[in-house]
């Protein structure tokens, strides 16, 4: 797909191109990834000198070994994001039209999955704590403007290749109650109940769903149980409180 980007004051002819062989490309300009959740959530970071969220990423440095590398440094510097699963997707091509000496730039692109989510710090590069958030990919195009940009395909290719080498996501309803049960930083173990699993997993990433979680670290969801209601799913947490710590996942089993 190709397009054009206006970008201070001048014009750069722009193409999507799904090849993967990136090892061939010269002037790497930055690398971005597409990085889902357990369920099926976009991460997406905003910048204070930014008006639109944009893919977690940055400028490939001299001391990053791979390009894969460099994503993982730059997630992890403006997301606190730990990465598994990390896949290729293609790349977008850039030239500033109107001058034939300059060599064409290229932005790569890559789909991870998270392995785990940590309390946000300071980005060394910015100076301060990047927003961040996960957002359903439909909301995408609305957060980052990226329609005319090929955001729509290469949103698209991502989604495709993580359907097809990874486990399927969790199918697990909104608004049902359940009890969960979740692992902070230091392998403890937080029990809770909630009817909005996304969201109350996010406040916990966030350092915002509970002072036990926020003192401890969100590390991942375990395991969640639908119930029948919110009494159902409280006595069943007080059930799961009353365990032993051995025996604490067994009761999901």
């Not at 029990?191 to 909005?196: F, K, L, Q």
Request: charged share 35%; glycine share 6%; hydrophobic share 30%.
């Amino acid at each position: 797909m190709k397009f054009k980007i206006p970008w201070k004051n001048e014009i750069y002819d722009c193409e999507w191109i799904e090849k993967t062989d990136f090892e061939k490309l010269d002037e790497i300009k930055s690398i971005l990834g597409f990085i889902f959740d357990d369920f099926g959530k976009l991460c997406v970071v905003g910048f204070k000198d930014k008006k639109n969220w944009d893919l977690p990423g940055g400028h490939l440095e001299d001391y990053d070994k791979n390009f894969e590398e460099c994503l993982i440094r730059e997630v992890a510097e403006e997301a606190d994001l730990e990465l598994k699963e990390i896949t290729r997707i293609g790349y977008m091509s850039s030239l500033k039209r109107g001058n034939s000496k300059e060599k064409k730039e290229h932005q790569l692109r890559y789909v991870a999955k998270v392995h785990k989510i940590k309390k946000q710090t300071i980005d060394p590069s910015e100076g301060y704590i990047p927003k961040r958030k996960f957002i359903d990919p439909e909301e995408f195009i609305k957060h980052t403007q990226w329609e005319k940009y090929s955001g729509l395909d290469q949103l698209k290719k991502a989604i495709e290749i993580l359907k097809r080498n990874q486990k399927p996501l969790p199918n697990i309803k909104k608004k049902q109650w359940h009890v969960y049960i979740l692992e902070c930083q230091d392998g403890s173990f937080y029990t809770g109940v909630t009817n909005d699993i996304d969201a109350r997993m996010n406040a916990h990433a966030e350092g915002k769903g509970s002072k036990y979680v926020y003192r401890k670290g969100f590390r991942k969801l375990l395991f969640a149980e639908p119930c029948k209601d919110k009494s159902h799913a409280c006595k069943c947490e007080c059930e799961i409180k009353k365990l032993p710590r051995n025996q604490k996942l067994n009761w999901f089993e």
